[in-house]
């Protein structure tokens, strides 16, 4: 079974900073990777995903992420964070094409300083 | 507008008061899911269905039941609830080849006292 380890629980940078997010996963396979966003009191918004193909993938809001098979890992970079961001992330591994054995990590709470 | 809905939104019970949250999308997707999230845990799965009438536990099913009697619905079933269910739970869908993409429902909390 496949697994997802985020290694910081909780980051603080300040606006305008570069930001990279840390996402490790376990699996035999290929995975299918995802990041989320769950702004405050919200659901959950699909940041970005890879499947095959070029390694870095671009999202939604300026965020991109980097598949590195040797690894295992698919960290979430943006260059220039803004105070909007402040969220929590959250980092998925899916194994199938239907949504069985999809696992998120336990997140990464962000915080931005003014 | 295509969205996953939930309903309600929040919900205070007590022990063992049987409860229903239902989940309802509008994107004629065949795999709907059951998401359950706590403080440092991140989303687990509880159950999911990959079409009418077929569904199977996710990860913590304990405690849960659900049916899919229509594609659109997919109700989420506490016979007995426990203060252990507290949490935010989250109803999915997932259109049929698109690699699990999900599309996520705005959430239901749940206060079990």
């Known amino acids: 079974a496949q697994s997802v380890t985020q290694p910081d629980i909780h980051i603080t940078v300040s606006e305008g900073a570069s930001l990279e997010l840390r996402c490790n996963y376990s699996?035999?396979?290929?995975?299918?990777l995802f990041w989320y966003v769950q702004s405050p009191g919200q659901g959950l918004q699909l940041l970005l995903k890879?499947?095959?193909?070029?390694?870095l993938v671009q999202g939604i809001k300026g965020f991109e992420a980097e598949f590195k098979r040797s690894q295992s890992s698919f960290n979430l970079r943006k260059p220039s964070v803004h105070w909007s961001d402040a969220a929590e992330y959250f980092c998925?591994?899916?194994?199938?094409?239907?949504?069985?054995?999809?696992?998120f990590g336990p997140g990464t709470r962000l915080s931005v300083l003014p | 507008e295509a969205q996953v809905t939930q309903n309600p939104r929040y919900l205070i019970t007590v022990t063992g008061k049987k409860l229903t949250v239902t989940c309802s999308q509008n994107?004629?997707?065949?795999?709907m899911s059951w998401y359950r999230q706590d403080p440092g845990l991140g989303l687990r799965q509880i159950y999911y269905?990959?079409?009418?009438?077929?569904?199977d536990k996710g990860d913590v099913p304990e405690g849960y039941k659900v049916s899919r009697k229509e594609k659109r619905n997919f109700p989420l079933i506490l016979e007995s609830p426990s203060p252990n269910q507290t949490s935010l739970y989250f109803c999915?869908?997932?259109?049929?080849?698109?690699?699990?993409?999900?599309?996520f429902g705005p959430g239901t909390r749940l206060t079990v006292l």
């Open positions: 998925a591994v899916g194994a199938t094409d239907y949504g069985q054995n999809f696992v």
């Open positions: 699996y035999g396979a290929t995975p299918y």
């Open positions: 890879y499947f095959s193909g070029d390694t």
């Open positions: 994107m004629n997707h065949e795999y």
């Open positions: 269905s990959m079409n009418v009438e077929v569904t």
């Open positions: 999915a869908s997932i259109k049929g080849g698109s690699y699990n993409e999900q599309f």
